[in-house]
């Protein structure tokens, strides 16, 4: 894994990736670690998972905890923000990683629940608890950005449509999150190698990932994927908030 962010470029400053024990918010926690950044990696029950990781990063001489918190359950949000704060301070850095509902047995709304109505609440939350300056950062997936013009697998369909509407809703509270000095990026990407969701949807898509890799000319892996999530933290505010990650042109 080659760290996109320079050395000590984040001596001093604090992040917090939600859905961080594992995949793309992982990866993206290391990398602000390896910057120098005090990290907070957020799990919902894999606390080993999740102590595992802060282990690592302490042993390199970084500073991380991990904090439980499931994100429909706003008290649990809350409390993980006065954690965070707590340890190291206000945040310079939130990632919304976290995604959800593809899961059996959550409920019809469950992905609306997670991936709007909570990425919002959290979102509310979070503005108390951040710096002036700070960056927050939205993952998200082509197969959702683009849901409105462009079709996608029916197992995926109601994470794509409740991830858009996440992203909609949002990007109506830029004009809140700027007075208070903070700044907004959606990061998109298209299937990424190695992940339990395009795994899942390969099962019940054969060739799936192959008409991706082909679609798109290179399918990026987690690292690289987190690479870019780690950049949309640092590097300027795209034009309309938004960082598509590879070739799109199978989308529109
Ligand atoms: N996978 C892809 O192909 C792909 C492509 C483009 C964009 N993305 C985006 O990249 C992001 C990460 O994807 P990924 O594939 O790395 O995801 P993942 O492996 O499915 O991990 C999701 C993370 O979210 C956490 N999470 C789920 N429900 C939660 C809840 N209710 N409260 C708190 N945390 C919760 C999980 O925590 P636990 O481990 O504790 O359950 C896990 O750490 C997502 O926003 C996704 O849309 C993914």
Redesign the pocket.
């Known amino acids: 894994m080659t760290n996109p962010l320079s050395q000590g470029s984040l001596t001093g400053k604090n992040a917090l990736v ?9 990866d993206t926690i290391k990398y602000f670690a390896d910057a120098g950044a005090s990290v907070v990696i ?5 606390e080993a ?2 102590l595992k990781l802060v282990e690592q990063i302490e042993a390199e001489g970084g500073k991380a905890i991990a904090v439980g ?5 706003s008290d649990s949000v809350k409390s993980m923000f006065e954690t965070a704060v707590a340890t190291f301070g206000p945040l310079d850095i939130l990632v ?5 509902g593809m ?1 059996s047995g959550m409920g019809e709304d469950y992905a609306m629940r ?1 991936n709007r109505d ?1 990425q919002v609440n959290l979102l509310k939350i979070a503005i108390g608890y951040l710096k002036p300056g700070a960056r927050v950062v939205f ?6 950005h683009f849901i409105r013009n462009t079709p996608t697998m029916p197992e995926y369909l109601p ?1 794509a449509l409740s ?1 858009r509407a996440g992203e909609d809703a949002l990007r109506e509270m830029i004009p809140e999150l700027t007075e208070s000095g903070i700044e907004f990026v959606v990061v ?5 190698e190695g ?4 795994t899942l ?1 390969e099962r019940s898509n054969p060739g799936a990932i192959e008409a991706r890799r082909s679609g798109a000319g290179k399918l990026y892996n ?1 690292g690289e ?1 987190a690479a870019e ?1 780690a950049l949309a933290a640092v590097e300027p505010v795209p034009a309309d908030n938004t960082r598509l990650v590879g070739d799109t042109s199978d989308f529109s």
């Open positions: 939600t859905g961080s024990s594992r995949g793309i918010g992982a957020n799990y919902r029950n894999k998972r999740a918190a499931d994100l429909t359950d919304m990683n976290a995604s959800g899961e997670l909570s993952v998200t997936s082509h197969q959702a994470v991830k998109s990407g298209d299937m990424i992940t339990i969701t395009a949807l987690v994927f999530v």
